[in-house]
């Protein structure tokens, strides 16, 4: 991911940092009675900042960063610079909220680029290194040969 990352960050002309959503964030979002979104982008001065749940599985935050990517690739965020933020502790809720901007097409080419790439990149279990009930193990291996190709 790290290289498709550092393509990405030549191509739009501006670096991508990677980052779960920090608590005054996640406070944030809570004390408005919105649901937390699984990733979103938001363009700083020079930085396009990815913020993902950190409250999911590997391959589920692998899926909504590689979403959040497309976005970028796609051109769906404001030029970089035009949404002032640095601070990655006050996510303005208003502003990111339900990603109101986009539209379905959009989510669609934003879905279908995280599904491309996750087939190129390889595993989606993304190497959770967890252990497995050696009772469901021939299941877990044969369902992630399925999802992994």
Known sequence: MDVLIRNIERIV?????????????IRQWRDAGEQLPAALCLAGDNRIFVLYREDTTPAHQR?????????ICA??????GETPTEELGTVPVARAKHRSFYDDSMERAAEAF???MESRIGLMRAN???PTDPTYQEAVDRYGSILEG
């Open 63 to 71: 899926h909504s960063i590689l979403h959040e990517l497309g976005h």
């Open 128 to 130: 959770e290194n967890r």
């Open 75 to 80: 051109r769906h965020l404001p030029p970089v």
């Open 114 to 116: 995280a599904y491309t």
């Open 13 to 25: 002309g501006a670096s991508i940092s990677l980052h779960p959503f920090p608590p005054t964030a």
